[in-house]
Each structure stands twice: as C-alpha cells, then as structure tokens.
C-alpha cells in the first residue's frame, strides 16, 4: 500500500513539475521548439515532460532549469509547494499555484503592456472585484 501510495505521490510531482516547466516557458514567450532546441532535445520530449508523460532526467531538469533562469531546487520548490523558499527563488517563480494558470499568465502580459496610470486602474479595479466577489 506504501508503495502504491509513493507512486501516485511521484506521478502528481512528475505532472506539477511539468506544468510548471510550462508556465515558466510560456511566461517567459518561448515555444516548446525554443526551449528544446536551447537545452538540446527534441521538442517532443519536451511536451512529454511538460504533460507528465515522461520524467526529466537529472541533467535535462538542470538544463531546463537554466534555460529558464531558475534553479532545480525552486522547480522542485515550486512543484511541492514548498512555502519555505529562499526569496530568490520566490521572486524567480511566485508563491502560488494560481500564478501558473493561463489566465493568470496572460494577466501578467496584458498587465505589463499597460501605460502606468493603467497598470494603476488596473489594480483597482481588481481590488473592486474582490470587495464585491467577498461582498464586502
């Protein structure tokens, strides 16, 4: 029963450690094809990993990581869920699982496109939306 346990436990981090490599790929605008040629491999293992199909070897993981300017530890950090990160790696990925979302995602690139008293609108508005979703 342990064992079987494990196994899910691993296949969950296989999957989040997948999604995660995503988020930070498309957060950062690159195509599968980008980031595969830049960590040498094909492109189609590189959608297996993100998907959770395949596991990342050790080396990959690494090579993944730097592409994508973070470390191996704050990807596992970021998988598990691990709150107790140094703040280097909370500013390199977010504290959140929600902030790897797609819509999250693309909040961020529309946010960033905005001029400074729309970025500032913008806020406000989202804080309306919270006092009025809580019923405040």
């Known amino acids: 029963m342990r064992f079987a346990l494990n196994a899910i436990a691993f296949d969950n ?4 450690i997948g999604q995660v490599i995503r988020a930070l790929r498309q957060e950062r605008k690159a195509t599968l094809e980008q980031l595969a040629h ?3 491999t094909d492109p189609s293992n590189l959608s297996r990993i993100e998907r959770g199909v395949q596991q990342p070897a050790a080396q990959s993981l690494k090579m993944i990581a730097a592409a994508l300017g973070t470390t191996v530890a704050a990807l596992h950090a970021r998988a598990e869920g691990v709150k107790k990160t140094s703040k280097k790696e909370r500013d390199l990925l977010g504290g959140d699982p929600s902030d790897y979302t797609s819509e999250a995602i693309q909040l961020r690139h529309s946010f960033r496109t905005l001029t400074p008293e729309n970025k500032h609108l913008a806020v406000e508005f989202v804080k309306l939306l919270n006092r009025t979703q809580s019923g405040r």
Do not use: A, L, N
């Open 13 to 16: 981090w296989r999957m989040e």
């Open 38 to 40: 830049e960590i040498g």
